[in-house]
């Protein structure tokens, strides 16, 4: 089965870049789109950005501009690179992804999560 993996959380002073990453681990695995999505103490998980395997893009409106997504060609990893960071970023970004190890039929996974705190 598909696990995804993160990595590349952490601290940051406002103004300042993160990269983090998420690959999909498993055989042969393809993901129809992935995702990051966010969660802060109190919040609810909102979808800050993801990308489908023909390319389309989609974005949280307070992001736009600032983060890009990005898919690798072999469709099983997913990288968010973020610039400009604001302290409203800070949260738990978890990596969603539509998978499968083909030829099997596609299944939603969840990422573990990776913390992200940018100070002011």
């Known amino acids: 089965q598909v696990q995804l993996v993160e990595s590349g959380g952490g601290l940051v002073q406002a103004g300042g870049s993160l990269k983090v990453s998420c690959a999909a681990s498993?055989?042969?695995?393809?993901?129809?789109?992935m995702g990051w999505y966010r969660q802060a103490p109190g919040k609810q998980r909102d979808l800050v950005a993801s990308?489908?395997?023909?390319?389309?893009?989609d974005y949280e409106d307070s992001v736009q501009g600032r983060f890009t997504i990005s898919m690798a060609n072999a469709k099983n990893t997913v990288y968010l690179q973020m610039n400009s960071l604001k302290p409203e970023d800070t949260a738990v970004y978890y990596c969603?992804?539509?998978?499968?190890?083909?030829?099997?039929?596609?299944?939603?996974?969840w990422g573990q999560g990776t913390q992200v705190t940018v100070s002011s």
């Open positions: 990308i489908t395997d023909s390319g389309r893009t």
């Open positions: 498993g055989n042969h695995v393809s993901c129809k789109t």
């Open positions: 969603n992804a539509i998978c499968a190890e083909v030829p099997r039929f596609d299944h939603v996974y």
